[in-house]
C-alpha cells in the first residue's frame, strides 16, 4: 500500500495568536506575559527560513524576579488540598480541549511537533496522582521551586512530560524551553493561569541559548532538573516523518538486509527535504555523510540535496562500521545509518556499543527472542513490533549517556520529592575551586617513632582477597581524640580503583542475573556473618569512634537488622505490568545500575555503610566502596565478614586511603556507573562537574559536624530513598494489534 496524498494543515489560529502579541513574545512572570522594551530579542524561523516571532532574552533581573515569584506561587500551590491540585489539572484539561487547535497549530508552526490528545492524557493521567499523593506516596513531601531546562530539539510532550508531575506533587516550575518549544510553552502557561493554577506556580523563562537554564540553577531558591535532549514503515516513521528526540540506528539481519533495504528505498520515493534547525547543521550532516562515505557506507537519499540551505533529504546510509561518528555520535538531520548482524547475541553488542540508550525498537515474529534481547539492552524504552509509543503510566530511565533520571509512571514522581523524614539539600552557591587540583594533596608523611611502630595494621579487600595498596603505602589512623596513631591501613590509589572495578564488572552480570530470592539468601548470610563478629567489630566501632561498648554493640546489632531488612527487600519491589489506553501489555523493569562507587559518611560508620551497601547489592550492583578517613576502622574490620561470606568474590570492594583522591579516580573511571559520596562541598561540586562524560548517576550529600542523616532512623523512606537510587527502569512495549 501507498502513502495517501499529504493534506496541507491551515494554521490561521496559530497565526492570529501570535498577531494577538504582535510576533514579540515576552516572558512568562508570576501569571501574566512580562515584555521588558531593553532586551535582547531571539528571531524564530521555520525551516524555510520565514519568520514565526521574537522572542525576548531574559537577564539576571528577570531570573531574580521569576524566582521571587516561584517562591509565592510554590506557597500558594502547595497549600492547597490534593483534591484542590487535580481539579486545577482537570480544569486544564477542558482549557486545552478548548484551544487545542491554536496548541496543535503553535506546535506545527514552531516545529515542535505534539497531539493535543497526547496533551489531555498527560493532564488525566497527573492529575489523578496529585488527587492520590498522600494516600499512595505517603511520608514524601514537594521538593519546592524546580526549573526545567530542555534543549532546541526538545518537543512540547517531553517539556509537558516534566512539568505536570512536578506540579502534581505540589511543586512551582520555571520553564527554560528551547527555541523551537518557547511559543507553545508560552501559550500552556498562558491556559494553565485560565484553568485557575495560583500566579507564579509555572513561569516561563526564554533565551538566547542553553547558558540561561545554568544561571537559573546558580538561583538558591531553585532545585534543577534538565532534559537532554510493519518494521520498514515503522522504521520510516521514526527516522524522518517527525521531529526527532532520539537519534536512530537501524540494525538488521545480514539476512534479510537486501529485502530491508529494497523496501527502505521504495517507502523513500517521492519523500521531500526535511528543514534544519540551522543552516550550520547543515554542514554537520554533509560532513558526517561524506566520512561515513569514505569508510564503506552506500548512500541512499530519497531525493538531491539542495546545493545549499537548512534542509536536507531523508538519508540511508548503509552498511555504516560499527565505530563511525554517525552511529556513535550522531549529527543532527534525517540520516538512518543501517549496521548488519548475524546473531541476536550480535545485535545486542552492536546495539549496546553506543554511549547512548535512550529507546530501542525489536521487529521479530519469535516472541521469545524479543523479550530476551529486550532484557540485554541497555536502553530506557523498548518497543516490539511498534516503534515510538508512549504513555505517562511507562516509567523510562535514560541509560548511560542519554540521562540518569527517570520520567513516567509513579517512579518518575519522586525526583519532584523528598522524604518528609528529612530536608532537603539547601541550595548554595558554587564554591570557587580549580577542579585540576582537587584530589592532588599528598597523604601526610608516617614519621616513625616509638610511639607508633608497632601498630595493627589493616589491608583493602580487592576480588574477594585482602591486600596491600599498589603503592605499598600507608595512612595513620587516629585515634577519637587526635594525636598519636591508632592503626594503620592501605593508602590506596587510581590502580587500586582500576582493579577493583575490573573485579566488580567480572562478576556483576552474573550477580544481577541471580534470581532476587538467591541474591536474599546471600544478603541473609552476610547479616548471619556480621552477627557472628559482632564482639570484634563493636571493638572496632569503640576503639576508632570513642562510643562506649555498649552503643558500639547497639550500632552493631542495628546494622545485623539493616542487613536483614535488605535481604527481605530483594524479592519485594520488582516492577509489573501496566495499564496503557492501547491494545497490548506494558512492563515496568527495574534494573541494576552496574558497577557503584560509594564513599562513605562518618557518621554511623558502620550502620551508615551496612545501609549503602546493602541498598546496592540487594539490587543487583557490584560495589567499590572507600571507608571513612575519619573513621575506617570498622569498615576495614568487617572486610573479615566480607571473606566468610558466601558473595562472589570482586562483588563488593573495599579501598582505603584519601577520600578526595579516591573520590577523583572513582570520577573519572568509565565503567563506574553511579557514585554515592558522603564528603565536603569541594568534593560535590568536583562530581557534578566531572562525571559527565561519561554521564554518571550521582547521589550526593554533604556532610558536616554533627548535621546529616540519622543513620539509626528506621522510616520506612529510608529504604525506598535507597533502593530508588540503586536501580534505573525500562519499559517493554508489547502491542497485540
Known sequence: MEYGAVVTSSTATAQAWLDHHSRSLGLFIDGKFVCPADRQVRSLTDSKGGNVCSIVCAVEGDISQCASSAVIGFKAWSGLTCSQRAKVLLRLGSV????G???????????????????????????????????????????????????????????????????????????????????????????????????????????????????????????????RVGAVDGVIEAAFKKKKEVHWVLYVQESVLDSVVARLRLRMVGMKCVG???????????????????????????????PSGAQYPPTVLCRCAPASPCVVSPSPGPLL???????????????????????????????????????????????????????????????????????????????????????????????????????????????????????????????????????????????????????????????????AVEAAIKVQPGWMKKSPSARAQTVYS???????????????????????????????????????????????????????????????????????GIVLPDRNPLLSMVTLLGAAIATGNAVVMVPSQKYPLPTLAFIQVLQSSDLPAGLVNVISGNRDQLTVALANHSVIKAIWYWGSAEGCQYLQYTCINPLKKLYLSCQKDKEGRDWTQSHPTLLEEMWRNAVQWKSVWIPTA
Request: proline content about 6%; overall charge negative; glycine content about 8%.
Open 96 to 99: 486545552l480541549g478548548q484551544h
Open 101 to 227: 487547535t491554536c496548541v496543535s497549530e503553535l506546535c506545527e508552526v514552531c516545529e515542535a511537533s505534539c497531539s493535543p490528545s497526547n496533551l489531555v492524557r498527560l493532564l488525566q493521567y497527573y492529575s489523578s496522582w496529585a488527587q492520590l499523593r498522600d494516600t499512595l506516596i505517603a511520608n514524601w513531601t514537594p521538593l519546592g521551586v524546580v526549573a526545567v531546562v530542555v534543549s532546541d530539539d526538545c518537543s512540547l510532550y517531553s517539556l509537558a512530560l516534566k512539568v505536570l508531575p512536578a506540579l502534581a506533587m505540589g511543586n512551582s516550575v520555571i520553564v527554560v524551553p528551547g527555541q523551537s518549544t518557547a511559543p507553545p510553552a508560552l501559550l500552556l502557561a498562558q491556559l494553565f493561569m485560565a484553568a485557575g493554577l495560583p500566579a507564579g506556580a509555572l513561569n516561563v523563562l526564554t533565551g538566547s541559548d542553553m547558558s540561561l537554564g545554568a544561571k537559573v540553577a546558580h538561583n538558591p531558591t531553585v532545585f534543577l532538573l534538565s532534559l
Open 276 to 306: 534544519l534547525l540551522s543552516a550550520a547543521d547543515r554542514v554537520l550532516v554533509d560532513a558526517a555523510v561524506q566520512q561515513a562515505q569514505q569508510q564503506g557506507a552506500v548512500l541512499i537519499q530519497s531525493c538531491t540535496a539542495p
Open 337 to 499: 545509518p543501517v549496521l548488519t548482524f548475524r546473531s541476536n547475541t550480535e545485535a545486542v553488542i552492536l546495539g549496546n556499543h553506543s554511549p547512548h540508550g535512550q529507546a530501542a525498537s525489536i521487529w521479530t515474529e519469535d516472541l521469545t527472542l524479543a523479550l530476551e534481547t529486550a532484557k540485554s539492552l541497555s536502553v530506557g524504552s523498548v518497543w516490539v513490533n511498534s516503534c515510538s509509543l508512549s504513555d505517562p503510566c511507562l516509567p523510562v530511565s535514560g541509560h548511560k549517556d542519554s540521562g540518569t533520571c527517570t520520567d513516567g509512571g509513579q517512579e518518575g514522581l519522586y525526583q519532584f520529592l523528598h522524604p518528609s523524614s528529612s530536608s532537603p539539600l539547601p541550595r548554595s552557591s558554587p564554591l570557587s575551586m580549580e577542579y585540576t587540583k582537587f584530589g592532588t594533596e599528598a597523604s601526610p608523611a608516617i614519621i616513625p617513632d616509638e610511639s607508633n611502630l608497632a601498630r595493627w595494621s589493616y589491608q583493602q579487600f580487592v576480588g574477594g582477597k585482602a591486600c596491600k595498596a599498589d603503592s605499598g603505602c600507608s595512612l595513620a589512623v587516629q585515634p577519637p581524640g587526635g594525636g598519636g596513631v591508632l592503626a594503620y591501613c592501605s593508602d590506596g590509589g587510581r590502580k587500586d580503583i582500576r582493579n
Open 526 to 596: 552476610l547479616a548471619k556473618g556480621l552477627e557472628a563478629q559482632r564482639l570484634d567489630i563493636a571493638a572496632s566501632i569503640n576503639i576508632q569512634t570513642g562510643l562506649s561498648v555498649d552503643e558500639a554493640q547497639t550500632e552493631v546489632e542495628l546494622s545485623i537488622t539493616r542487613l536483614n531488612d535488605w535481604a527481605a527487600y530483594c524479592d519485594k519491589v520488582q516492577g509489573g505490568t501496566l495499564p496503557v489506553p492501547q491494545s497490548g501489555s506494558a512492563l515496568s523493569i527495574p534494573e541494576a545500575l552496574g558497577v557503584v
